[in-house]
């Protein structure tokens, strides 16, 4: 018998059903039917959780030393496999990426450790350490999964997931946010110190050193 909800990491499974981890379970509420299935972690407590609608797949940690990363199937409730990363205690968010078989995972101390897998094939692809960092967001970009949102409680980063063969690299790309009054200070650039890139009438952006004198 499981009751209640937490106040996060609802998601849809499929076009009608919602799904969220409870203590040891994951609960599956179906909208149009009222019907609840559940999902037991034979390992204790449901730690990161998330949801993939379009594949019908779930994924969740277990909290306890060495996690590991569950998948299942929806409806069936079968699982499809698990994932063994180097994180010793914690998993804290999970993300399924729109298009192909791709899932980021960040874990807690003491490693701080962003990771993208494969999990159809059970491949972690390339990760990348970010100590002390507490994350509060985690997700793929809708049109393409080789870009990840990654914010904290002070910044936000987009990694992007260069890929050269079957090599996989995670480059940081911070973004500029607004002061406390909603403007960006100007970053003055010695290379390129104006940019026209929004406007392409103007042609290819020049730096200082290609330019003979001319407007």
């Not at 059903?17 to 040891?24: A, K």
């Not at 940690?61 to 060495?66: A, E, F, G, M, T």
């Not at 910044?155 to 960006?184: A, F, M």
């Not at 650039?189 to 890139?197: A, N, R």
């Amino acid at each position: 018998w499981v009751q209640g909800s937490s106040n996060k990491n609802f998601g849809f499974i499929n076009n009608h059903t919602i799904c969220y981890p409870c203590d040891n379970y994951i609960l599956f509420l179906d909208m149009e039917t009222k019907k609840t299935t559940v999902l037991q972690c034979q390992n204790g407590q449901v730690g990161a959780f998330a949801a993939n609608g379009s594949s019908e797949v779930l994924a969740f940690s277990d909290r306890k030393l060495n996690p590991i990363i569950y998948i299942y199937s929806f409806p069936e409730l079968s699982k499809l496999t698990e994932l063994k990363g180097d994180a010793q205690l914690d998993y804290t968010l999970l993300a399924f990426s729109f298009t192909g078989p791709y899932l980021a995972s960040y874990s807690s101390i003491p490693e701080f450790v962003l990771s993208v897998w494969n999990w159809q094939e059970n491949i972690l692809l390339c990760s990348e350490s970010q100590p002390g960092v507490t994350v509060t967001s985690l997700s793929f970009n809708p049109m393409n999964w080789q870009e990840l949102c990654f914010v904290n409680e002070s910044s936000v980063t987009i990694w992007h997931i260069e890929r050269n063969n079957d090599e996989h690299y995670l480059k940081r790309n911070p973004v500029k946010l607004p002061d406390g009054q909603g403007s960006v200070s100007p970053h003055k650039d010695l290379f390129f110190p104006f940019s026209h890139s929004e406007d392409p009438s103007y042609g290819p952006d020049l730096p200082v050193s290609a330019i003979a004198g001319l407007v």
